[in-house]
């Protein structure tokens, strides 16, 4: 479904290029649930933004449904963002001015396609499904941590896209409410949905069905 | 649920900083509303005084000349078969023009020599109604007359006669009365007896006859060419001049008015743009993660930039409403606080508020169109891992 074919990223530093991800290679099939654990540093957001489109690769190539999205035009790049990938991030990034429910319909608002007629309904539902049923029209400054988590997850989910990148989702969060958030996300990935989680918990990486260690910019093993 | 829902919702709960932004600009929309008016207004004013400085229309007669000259010396221009107009006919066309709004007095004269004493003097016949119209600087010692038999004397002509008002004489056929004497002009009028016309026509027995017509125009609304053309094809055969002189002169001190408050008026307008664009580049570095955000869930660059935009164009229209009501009000105190307009005051027009609306938001859009631009260039995951 999804897969790296030798990414190799550096960032610039006052000592010149600072190498981040050294040849990485990994596959993601459908329905699989992926998580990158590693320490601070060796570079798996990283990966995971090269992989989710969010930052391009220096070299290599991501293969989605057999093509190479890292050479895609900026069109072509929001299309494929709006439609098949969703991500979810450690700060969960909601717009503070916006409702729950009006940050869940936040993908249908692009002016770029029309929003399903069953929209708001959808929404709804995916809020009901991550446990916010009675709290769609509050605003996030209004809901603890978690909730704000489950907000991002529900507007993750709302367009039905079929990889979910979470990038430290729990790390916000108290060990609680990050089980019951990466508990949501097993749920998820049991209904088909493919996830790729970044985590340094260990513990929540091994809620995922593969693990994928990276260690100084490459993958040390594969469990 | 679109695009602009983002604009709006941002706009609501961020109320304080959006109508903040929106007074500052509704300053500046404002000032520029009411300075318009106030210009408008004391350039109307302003050309109505300067029109009692003369005329700017002659209408004449298309008189023949032949130049004569003999052994090579020049003699000048020999005048002949000279033509008189008719008045009531050329004053009714004249004053039946479409742009007869435009035409603020019309001063027919005839022009000739009657015997006083022993001696020719020149007489001109006017119509002192409508001369004084357009010869406000005129001051005169006595009175102008109330009877057909008075008469004016030029400063020069009183002094050598010996003739002050009060004076009786007789003029050609008539005797008349001096009305008054004209304080020196340092013009044509200071060495001529000045008659009622009718008193004229009758003097030069030519009644209902003058030789040319004098024409005062307000040319701020249009080009005096306009006038020119018209009066041409209400009268034609006789000769329409514009006195280029006069027009050029009275309009630079309109149109001095008018570029003096324009330039204000861009000063301030600028400034409001500023202060826009800095609040807007300072929105755009606040809401980077916002930006990252609508980005990695698939908004366009274009979708970005629009976002920005239309919260500036919601701005500048809002400023725009605020300002077209506001500036009209002002300007209408401006202006009776001057005393500029006499009885007219600005009049509200509801297509210029929506134009100032317009305006405003494109303005908006234009100040807003840097920093829409930068937000809609950064890098979505450069701005999500750097908060």
Known sequence: ?????????????????????????????????????????????????????????DAGQVLYAGRDVTRLPEAELAALRRRDFAVVFQMHHLLPYLTALENVLLPFMTGLAPAPRDAVERARRCLDRVGLG?????????????????????????????????????????????????????????????????????????????????????????? | ??????????????????????LVFALGATSMVALWHVSRVVGDSLERKLTAFGANILVSPKAETLAVSYGGVSLGNLLYEVRHLDEAATVSAIRSIPLSANVAAVAPKLVGTAALGAEQVPVVGVRFDQEQTIKK????????????????????????????????????????????????????DDTVVLADLTLAQRLFRLPGKVNFVEVSALCAGCPIEDIVAQIG?????????????????????????????????????????????????????????????????GYSRAGVFAIFCSEAVLLGAAAGAIGALAGWGVGREVVRLLDAAGEVLPAFSPLEAL?????????????????????????PSAALVSL
């Open chain 1, 1 to 57: 479904m999804l897969e790296a074919r030798n990414i190799a990223k550096s960032y610039a530093s006052a000592e010149g290029p600072a190498p981040v991800l050294r040849d990485v290679s990994l596959t993601l099939e459908q329905g699989e649930f992926l998580a990158i654990v590693g320490r601070s540093g060796s570079g798996k957001s990283t990966l995971l933004n090269i992989l989710s489109t969010l930052l391009a690769p």
């Open chain 2, 233 to 297: 094809g209400k009268l034609p055969g006789l000769e329409v001049k514009a006195l280029r002189s006069v027009v050029e002169g009275r309009m630079a001190s309109v149109h001095f008015v008018q570029h003096l408050t324009l330039a204000v008026a861009l000063v301030i307008l600028v400034s409001a743009c500023a202060v826009v664009g800095f609040s807007m580049l300072s929105a755009v570095n606040e809401r980077k993660a916002e930006i990252g955000l609508l980005r990695s869930l």
């Open chain 1, 134 to 223: 009675g709290k769609h029209h509050r605003l996030p400054g209004r809901l603890s941590g978690g909730e704000q988590q489950r907000v991002a997850i529900a507007r993750a989910l709302v367009k039905e896209a079929a990889i979910l990148f979470a990038d430290e989702p729990t790390g916000s969060l108290d060990p609680a409410t990050g089980r019951e958030i990466v508990g949501l996300l097993q749920d998820l990935n049991a209904d088909g949905l493919s996830v790729v989680m970044v985590t340094h918990d260990l513990g929540y990486a091994s809620c995922a069905r593969r693990v994928l260690r990276m260690e100084n910019g490459a993958p040390a093993c594969a469990a």
């Open chain 2, 1 to 22: 649920m679109n695009l602009l829902t983002i604009p709006l919702r941002c706009a609501r709960r961020k109320w304080p900083r959006f109508v903040l932004l929106t």
């Open chain 2, 355 to 379: 134009a100032v609306c317009l305006g405003m938001a494109l303005v908006a859009a234009l100040a807003a169109a840097y920093p829409a631009a930068k937000a809609a260039r950064i890098d």
């Open chain 2, 137 to 188: 600087y005129w001051r005169i010692k006595g009175l102008f007359p109330t009877r057909e038999n008075e008469v004016v004397l030029g400063s020069a002509l009183a002094a050598r006669l010996g003739l002050d008002f009060g004076s009786a004489f007789r003029l050609g056929d008539e005797e008349v009365t001096v009305a008054g004497v004209l304080s020196p002009t340092g013009g044509d």
